[in-house]
């Protein structure tokens, strides 16, 4: 189970940090993503980490923006959002990766078999 809170309304170039609760599954042996559906759009990889905390990648869109970490002692991951903008607004999801393909550095693929019920967050002036 994958329970996610932080969620809020906040204004352009504020932050926020989300936080992904896991239960029911040994939280330190996988990998976890972020992902985040906007309004009538489809969803969107925002972040991955590996299992260990050790590497992680981001979307273009949020780079230098975005941090994802995670506590393997509280079975917790986290998205902390920095100089957030308008179209950031979405629900965002953990989830727990079934399958990750880098290339050159970057992730082409990610795919996720299990998720949460995602929390709001709504950037607004």
């Known amino acids: 189970q994958l329970v996610e809170s932080g969620g809020g309304m906040v204004q352009p170039g504020g932050s926020l940090r989300l936080s992904c609760a896991a239960s029911?599954?040994?939280?330190?042996?996988?990998?976890m993503t972020w992902v985040r559906q906007a309004p009538g759009k489809g969803p969107e990889w925002v972040s991955v980490i590996n299992a260990g905390g050790s590497s992680t990648h981001y979307a273009d869109s949020v780079k230098g923006r975005f941090t994802v970490s995670r506590d393997n002692a509280k079975k917790t991951l986290y998205l902390q959002m920095n100089s957030l903008k308008p179209e950031a607004t979405a629900l965002y999801h953990c989830a727990r990766v079934s399958f990750i393909q880098v290339y050159g550095g970057r992730v082409t693929q990610v795919q996720y078999d299990s998720w949460g019920q995602g929390t709001q967050v709504t950037v607004s002036s």
């Open positions: 029911g599954f040994t939280f330190s042996t996988y990998d």
